[in-house]
């Protein structure tokens, strides 16, 4: 299995966008979580690549865009007006889909990335 590579991240100043990326060869779905320390895994945005539909938590929808080319099985976050509650270690996460159902946030993904730290001053 190939592991997903995520790149991207940094220190960031509130109101300031960062845009992630993950290259993870040989997979169709892809999807972006974040943890906090002390806290428990969020769910932000995944993506089929085969059509491109995607899904957001509610918390992200609006200031995270999630976009993903399926060609280079590459997939990216842009994230705009971050504020320091964005601060988190964004992962990566990608599997096989056969269909577009089997691509969502509910979706058990087994293939992680190593995660980019993003940090966000006031």
């Known amino acids: 299995q190939v592991q997903p590579v995520e790149s991207g991240g940094g220190p960031v100043q509130a109101g300031g966008s960062l845009r992630l990326s993950c290259a993870a060869s040989?997979?169709?779905?892809m999807g972006w979580f974040r943890q906090a320390p002390g806290k428990e895994r969020e769910d932000v945005a995944t993506i089929y690549l085969v059509s491109g539909a995607t899904s957001y938590a509610d918390a992200m929808r609006g200031r995270f865009t999630i976009s993903g080319d399926n060609t280079q099985r590459t997939v990216t976050l842009q994230m705009n007006d971050l504020q320091p509650d964005d601060t988190a270690m964004y992962y990566c996460?990608?599997?096989?889909?056969?269909?577009?159902?089997?691509?969502?946030?509910?979706?058990?993904?087994?293939?992680w990335g190593q995660g980019t730290q993003v940090t966000v001053s006031p």
């Open positions: 996460a990608a599997k096989v889909a056969t269909w577009r159902s089997q691509c969502s946030l509910q979706s058990e993904f087994k293939n």
């Open positions: 040989g997979y169709n779905c």
